[in-house]
């Protein structure tokens, strides 16, 4: 009977164990920069937004979501080429579905500490079809109401929530 309560003991004091080095490490992200540090030093920069014309075929056009933005370095080592993930979540606001995302690895340059980067394009696949810019334009009553949830995963560490921005509707 002793035996028993001690490996009950044992076993809770273990997984009490794990939950603080989860904790501590930021969800097992060892060596990786915490949450607070990246939305505190990584930062979006000139954000814009709006829906881009992405086919052109048999008198048809389509029209998807996008956003774009500059990354600000304020970390105090460089960022390599290749090491932002960006993810993109496109909602229907006032609904909880998710009406698409996108994706995007970046940058395609390193940037050093407190410059800013180029551009970064993330748009949809899906979208609207019609006959012309105009043809949206005269019918955006119709047109979903969005918003753009914008993670970020860098060096190792879990996708973390930079920002979140209202997708305007203009066609560009």
Same mark, same amino acid.
Request: aromatic share 12%.
């Given at each position: ?22 904790? !501590?490490?930021? $969800? ?5 920069? #915490?949450? =607070? %540090? &990246?939305?505190? @030093? *990584? ?35 460089? !960022?390599?080429? $290749? ?5 993109? #979540?496109? =909602? %229907? &606001?006032?609904? @909880? *579905? ?75």
């Amino acid at each position: 009977m002793k035996n028993k309560i001690f490996w009950i003991i044992f076993v809770i004091i273990l997984i009490i164990a794990i939950f603080g080095v989860y904790k !501590i490490t930021d $969800g097992f992200s060892i060596g990786a920069p #915490s949450t =607070k %540090i &990246i939305k505190e @030093k *990584i930062k979006l920069t000139e954000i814009d937004s709006g829906w881009v014309i992405t086919e052109r075929a048999m008198n048809k056009i389509k029209i998807v979501p996008f956003v774009k933005f500059k990354v600000k370095n304020m970390l105090n080592e460089e !960022i390599s080429k $290749g090491t932002l993930n960006f993810v993109v #979540s496109f =909602k %229907i &606001i006032g609904d @909880k *579905i998710t009406y698409d995302s996108g994706w995007g690895v970046f940058p395609d340059k390193p940037i050093k500490t407190g410059e800013t980067s180029g551009f970064l394009k993330i748009q949809t696949l899906h979208g609207y079809i019609g006959s012309s810019p105009q043809a949206f334009e005269a019918n955006k009553k119709n047109w979903k109401i969005l918003k753009a949830n914008i993670f970020v995963k860098y060096k190792g560490s879990k996708f973390v929530k930079l920002t979140s921005i209202k997708i305007k509707q203009k066609i560009i």
